[in-house]
Every structure is written in structure tokens, then in C-alpha cells.
């Protein structure tokens, strides 16, 4: 059965298994923690200083990450 686009799009951005950081959501296709984007942007680093610490996370997957929190805080599903 093939994935929808949400699905196939929530696994481009973050996964999440046990084997990995201990379940942590984490950047897909790396061990980097979404947490970690969070806490950089919290602290006044930018997109591109964070990249420099986690080269393997992709501008698309940040864009996209803080693109689907926007349209969730405007449509009230958090």
C-alpha cells in the first residue's frame, strides 16, 4: 500500500525510534535532535550556524520543520 504525502513528508522530516538516541525525534536519516535545531535558534544562532555544527540536517528539512509548526500554530492543532 503505497505512503500518503504526509507520511512519506513527517518520515523526510523527523523520525523517531528506540534504537536511536533512545527514541528521541531526531532529523531524519540522521542521530541530530530536533531539540538541538530548537535550543540553537533559542539561543540567536541562525539556520546556517546550526549547519555548521549538524552538516548532515538539510535546509530543506529546517524550512519545511519550522514551515508545518507555523501553519500548526495558525490552524490551532498544537
Do not use: N
Amino acid at each position: 500500500m503505497p505512503q500518503s504525502s504526509e507520511v512519506m513528508l513527517q518520515e523526510f522530516l523527523i523520525s523517531r525510534d528506540q534504537e536511536v538516541m533512545g527514541g528521541t525525534p531526531v532529523f531524519a536519516g540522521t542521530r541530530v535532535p530536533v531539540q538541538a535545531l530548537i535550543e540553537e535558534l533559542m539561543a540567536g544562532r541562525s539556520i546556517h550556524e546550526f549547519q555548521e555544527g549538524y552538516p548532515r540536517v538539510e535546509t530543506e528539512q529546517i524550512i519545511e520543520l519550522l514551515r508545518r509548526v507555523s501553519e500548526m500554530l495558525e490552524t490551532a492543532h498544537i
